[in-house]
Every structure is written in C-alpha cells, then in structure tokens.
C-alpha cells in the first residue's frame, strides 16, 4: 500500500489514475507529473519501486499544493468572501447558489430536500 499525502492510493490502478484519489489532482496534472518523473501512465501503484515513489512525492511537495494546505486556502477563501460581505459571499452564507442558477425551481443540491406542508390534513375518504 502506498501512502502519499496522507492517502493511501490503490494498489491494482494505473498510477495515472490513482494519483487523482489525492485532492487536487486531476487527470491532466496527474500525466504532468508522471512526465516529470518519467514513470509510465500504465504501470501500476503496485509495481512501482521506493525510488519512483520517492520522486512522485518530491514532485507532488514541490510544485502543487494538495490535501490539506489546498483544504484550508479554499475555505479561507470562501471566509474572506464572506466577510467582505460581497454577493457570493452572502450566497454562501445563505447556503444558495453562486453563480447565476436559478432557485424558484431545481437547486436542490444546495438548498437541501424538498420540505411538505406540515400538519396538512388529507381530505376525508367517503
């Protein structure tokens, strides 16, 4: 089991594609910096030796900022936003969306569930 960045990639894919289970990485990064070490996108995590998982991680701590460290700036982000009090701001405060969407119908995902009428009584049955 290899472990980069505090997570443990699989064993059985191509490290092209496990490489992307690390946050902030993504397919095209990913292929970048297996040109840089020179690794083959179709070997495999489980095939690698300790000198290419050595070079992926001197990679990955030099040029990208991953994980955590790209966790925080987000949410620091998203915090200076809200306190500048600026209109996306205020939509992440308010839990709506950003960027244009409309909210009358559709934006579930960031409004939650569909709530019903409560206590509203059914009509008698005859």
Known sequence: MVRI???????????????????G??????????NETRITKYRRILDLNDDEIARLRS????????????????SMNIKRLMDINCYKGKRHRLGLPLRGQ?????????????KTMANKKKAPKK
């Open 59 to 74: 990679v990955l701590d030099e040029h990208y900022q991953i994980e955590g460290d790209l966790r925080r700036l987000e």
């Open 5 to 23: 960045a505090g997570v443990d990639l699989p064993k059985n894919k191509r490290v092209e594609i496990a490489l992307t289970y690390i946050y």
């Open 25 to 34: 990485i993504n397919i095209t990064s990913s292929q970048k910096i297996l």
């Open 102 to 114: 409309r909210t009358r119908t559709n934006a579930r995902t960031r409004r939650g569930s569909k």
